[in-house]
Nanobody
Framework: QVQLVESGGGLVQPGGSLRLSCAAS????????MDWYRQAPGKQREFVAS????????NYADSVKGRFTISRDNAKNAVYLQMSSVKPEDTAVYYC????????????WGQGTQVTVSS
């Protein structure tokens, strides 16, 4: 069974930091590009960050560039999102996404983890 399980969400104050984790199982993790997406209330799901299979390249949405860092540990089958200098606008459900590097139609989503930025 394929599973992507996010963790680390919760309540954080504006300006604070939070680290999200996504643990994958049931896939050959090193063959998948990993992404983070988020969806705020009343908004469409939006791209946040991506990282290539070996971690050599990353990409970020303009809204989070310079504040968030995506990383992965293939030995642990995990991808992370380090969120710093968070803003209330970052409040959303954050989803982990896996895309097969050579078969784009093969992809999986996690269940999401809630991040709330509020004082």
């Amino acid at each position: 069974q394929v599973q992507l399980v996010e963790s680390g969400g919760g309540l954080v104050q504006p300006g604070g930091s939070l680290r999200l984790s996504c643990a994958a199982s049931g896939i050959i993790f090193r063959l998948y590009v990993m992404d983070w997406y988020r969806q705020a209330p009343g908004k469409q799901r939006e791209f946040v960050a991506s990282i290539t299979t070996s971690g050599g390249n990353t990409n970020y949405a303009d809204s989070v560039k310079g504040r968030f860092t995506i990383s992965r540990d293939n030995a642990k089958n995990a991808v992370y999102l380090q969120m710093s200098s968070v803003k209330p606008e970052d409040t959303a459900v954050y989803y982990c996404h896996a895309e097969h590097s050579t078969w784009a139609s093969r992809d999986y989503w996690g269940q999401g983890t809630q991040v709330t930025v509020s004082s």
